[in-house]
């Protein structure tokens, strides 16, 4: 995504990128505080309704205004860094990939518009990899704790519903015998 170029075009220092099929406009808290879906022209405010901040006002018209082929356009292209700075991410598989930034001030964004956070992308690839082995042994710790809670609850779960069917038993028997006696 052309990203910087439509940061100049909409006279904004906030950081634009791409997500999802949306053109978003990022602030420090929330990465699509403004979004613009690219195929249909129709633009959101992530806090509902219309901004009442005037610079996120004039943002949002200057999305509006976007014809599809200019949409298409910041969208299809990717930035001209002139002072590249490679930095190393990796994908939900694992797989090492490099991106292409002039900064590493946050909010940036990668030449193709990827947002970049200081926990996705990396100077270097060791970075990289210490970050997401520790984020991945983590995950790994945590879902092995829930799968063993949500065991337990099985196992807690099958002991009352064995306990409820023995008791309908039980009674059922005693509805019998009442019965049987009351002939």
Not at 122 to 145: G, P, R, T, V
Request: hydrophobic share 35%; glycine share 4%; aromatic share 8%.
């Amino acid at each position: 995504m052309k990203a910087r170029e439509l940061q100049k075009h909409l006279g904004t220092p906030r950081a634009i990128h791409a997500k999802e099929g949306l053109i978003c406009v990022a602030s420090a808290y929330v990465n699509n505080l403004v979004s613009l879906n690219v195929e249909t022209g129709n633009l959101s405010y992530a806090l509902g309704g219309r901004p009442k901040d005037t610079e996120l006002e004039i943002i949002c018209q200057g999305l509006e205004s976007l014809t599809k082929e200019q949409r298409e356009y910041y969208w299809n292209g990717a930035d001209d860094i002139k002072s590249p700075i490679t930095l190393y991410y990796a994908d939900d598989k694992g797989d090492i990939k490099t991106a292409i930034t002039d900064s590493l001030d946050f909010p940036n964004v990668t030449d193709d518009g990827v947002l970049i956070y200081s926990n996705t992308h990396f100077e270097s690839e060791k970075e990289l990899l210490d970050y997401e082995i520790d984020n991945a042994k983590l995950a790994i710790k945590w879902l092995n704790e829930s799968v063993s809670e949500k065991y337990k609850a099985w196992m807690e779960s099958r002991k009352l519903l064995s306990d409820h069917k023995y008791k309908i038993y039980k009674l059922e028997l005693s509805l019998i015998e009442v019965i049987e006696n009351a002939k």
